[in-house]
C-alpha cells in the first residue's frame, strides 16, 4: 500500500529556512514494512536448540531489540517518503534530515516529524565598495609618531575584510545548521577531554565558564562560520572563482605517505570537500585585492 501524500503530510517552514514536515503513516502500511524488517532481521539469528532458520518465529522475534525492529522498519519507509516530499514542495534541503517519531503505538497510525533545512538566499549589496573604502585605513604603530603608519599585513586584512563581510551582509543562518555545528564542537571537545582524563565539570571549572555559557559561546561562533562560509561561497559563483584538478591533487599527495594512501582518499566527496575549501581560499584572496 501506497501513502498519499496530500493526504497523510503536514508541512511547514520558518523565517530562518527551518523545514518541518509531518508524515502520518497507516498502521497497515506500518505493518507491512515491519513483517519485511522482522524477516530481514531474523535471516542470520540462531535460536539455542534449533538448526538455523528453524526455529519458530516467536522465538526468533525475542531476540531483537524494539528499537532496532523500529529503526529497521522506518529505514524502509522515511527515505522514499522524504525524497517524494521534497519533490512535492520543491524543497532544496541543505541537510539529511533529521527523523523523530512523535507517536508509534500498535494498531495506530504513526506519526513521523522530519527536519531539515533550506540555505538562505544571500544578497552582497555593495560589500565591494566597502572594502575599497577600507583600503585607505592603516594600522597605527603604538610609541611611535602618529603620522607614521604600515601596511596591514595579509592576515590582518583577511581579518577586517571578514568583520566587514559578517557586519554588513545580513544573513538568516537556519537554527538546524548551527545546532549540528554546535553539537560537533563539543562532541569534539568532550571526546579531547576524556583523552586528558578529564571531566566535562572539570574542565569548565578550570576555564572558568559553564556548559551553558560554553554552548552560547559556540553557538555564536557556529553561527559567524555559516555565515561566512555562505557569503565566501556566494563570491566564488558571482565572480566565477574556479579551482584546477591539479590543485585538487596536489593537497590530496601532501596529505598522504604513498599511491596505496592516495587511492583511499581520492574520492569524488573528498575531492568535492577539497575544493569547496579552495575556492573559498581563493575567495579570501580575491578579497584582499580590494581590501
Same mark, same amino acid.
Not at 105 to 118: L, V
Given at each position: 500500500?501506497? @501513502?498519499?501524500? /496530500?493526504?497523510?503530510?503536514?508541512?511547514?517552514?520558518?523565517?530562518?529556512?527551518?523545514?518541518?514536515?509531518?508524515?502520518? %503513516?497507516?498502521?497497515?502500511?506500518?505493518?507491512?514494512?515491519?513483517? +519485511?524488517?522482522?524477516? +530481514?532481521?531474523?535471516?542470520?539469528?540462531?535460536?539455542? =536448540?534449533?538448526?538455523?532458520?528453524?526455529?519458530?518465529?516467536?522465538?526468533?522475534?525475542?531476540? %531483537?531489540? &524494539? /528499537?532496532?525492529?523500529?529503526?529497521?522498519?522506518?529505514? $524502509?519507509?522515511?527515505? *522514499?517518503?522524504?525524497?517524494?516530499?521534497?519533490?512535492?514542495?520543491?524543497?532544496? !534541503?541543505?541537510?539529511?534530515?533529521?527523523? &523523530?517519531?512523535?507517536?508509534?503505538?500498535?494498531?495506530?497510525?504513526?506519526?513521523?516529524?522530519?527536519? #531539515?533545512?533550506?540555505?538562505?538566499? @544571500?544578497?552582497?549589496?555593495?560589500?565591494?565598495?566597502?572594502?575599497?573604502?577600507?583600503? *585607505?585605513?592603516?594600522?597605527?604603530?603604538?610609541?611611535?609618531?602618529?603620522?607614521?603608519?604600515? +601596511?596591514?599585513?595579509?592576515? +590582518?586584512?583577511?581579518?577586517?575584510?571578514?568583520? %566587514?563581510?559578517?557586519? #554588513?551582509?545580513?544573513?538568516?543562518?537556519?537554527?538546524?545548521?548551527?545546532?549540528? &555545528?554546535?553539537?560537533?564542537?563539543?562532541?569534539?571537545?568532550?571526546?579531547?577531554?576524556?583523552?586528558? =582524563?578529564?571531566?566535562?565539570? =572539570?574542565?569548565? !571549572?578550570?576555564?572558568?565558564? #559553564?556548559?551553558?555559557?560554553?554552548?552560547?559561546?559556540?553557538?555564536?561562533?557556529?553561527?559567524?562560520?555559516?555565515?561566512?562560509?555562505? %557569503?565566501?561561497?556566494? @563570491?566564488?559563483?558571482?565572480?566565477?572563482?574556479?579551482?584546477?584538478?591539479? &590543485?585538487?591533487?596536489? @593537497?590530496?599527495?601532501?596529505?598522504? $605517505?604513498?599511491?596505496?594512501?592516495?587511492?583511499?582518499?581520492?574520492?569524488?566527496?573528498?575531492?568535492?570537500?577539497?575544493? !569547496?575549501?579552495?575556492?573559498?581560499?581563493?575567495?579570501?584572496?580575491?578579497?584582499?585585492?580590494? !581590501?
Amino acid at each position: 500500500e501506497e @501513502i498519499n501524500l /496530500n493526504n497523510w503530510q503536514g508541512f511547514a517552514k520558518s523565517e530562518d529556512g527551518t523545514v518541518q514536515i509531518s508524515f502520518t %503513516i497507516p498502521f497497515s502500511v506500518i505493518k507491512k514494512k515491519k513483517e +519485511e524488517a522482522l524477516e +530481514e532481521l531474523t535471516k542470520d539469528i540462531t535460536v539455542s =536448540g534449533f538448526r538455523k532458520g528453524k526455529a519458530p518465529k516467536e522465538k526468533v522475534t525475542a531476540q %531483537i531489540p &524494539e /528499537n532496532t525492529l523500529l529503526e529497521t522498519t522506518l529505514q $524502509k519507509l522515511l527515505p *522514499s517518503l522524504f525524497a517524494d516530499a521534497v519533490t512535492q514542495h520543491k524543497i532544496k !534541503a541543505a541537510t539529511y534530515p533529521k527523523f &523523530e517519531v512523535v507517536k508509534a503505538t500498535e494498531n495506530s497510525d504513526w506519526q513521523i516529524r522530519a527536519t #531539515t533545512c533550506e540555505l538562505p538566499d @544571500i544578497k552582497l549589496d555593495d560589500y565591494k565598495q566597502l572594502l575599497l573604502r577600507s583600503k *585607505s585605513t592603516k594600522i597605527w604603530v603604538p610609541g611611535k609618531d602618529d603620522k607614521k603608519q604600515k +601596511e596591514p599585513s595579509r592576515e +590582518e586584512k583577511e581579518q577586517e575584510i571578514i568583520k %566587514i563581510l559578517l557586519e #554588513t551582509i545580513n544573513i538568516n543562518v537556519p537554527k538546524v545548521l548551527i545546532e549540528e &555545528e554546535v553539537n560537533s564542537r563539543l562532541s569534539n571537545l568532550l571526546a579531547r577531554i576524556e583523552k586528558l =582524563g578529564l571531566s566535562l565539570e =572539570g574542565y569548565l !571549572a578550570s576555564i572558568g565558564k #559553564t556548559s551553558e555559557s560554553l554552548r552560547q559561546e559556540y553557538e555564536k561562533q557556529a553561527r559567524e562560520t555559516i555565515a561566512l562560509t555562505l %557569503i565566501l561561497n556566494k @563570491i566564488v559563483a558571482e565572480e566565477k572563482l574556479s579551482v584546477s584538478q591539479s &590543485e585538487i591533487d596536489k @593537497i590530496l599527495h601532501s596529505s598522504v $605517505k604513498d599511491e596505496k594512501d592516495y587511492q583511499k582518499l581520492n574520492t569524488p566527496e573528498q575531492r568535492r570537500l577539497i575544493e !569547496a575549501m579552495l575556492s573559498r581560499r581563493s575567495a579570501l584572496d580575491y578579497l584582499t585585492t580590494l !581590501a
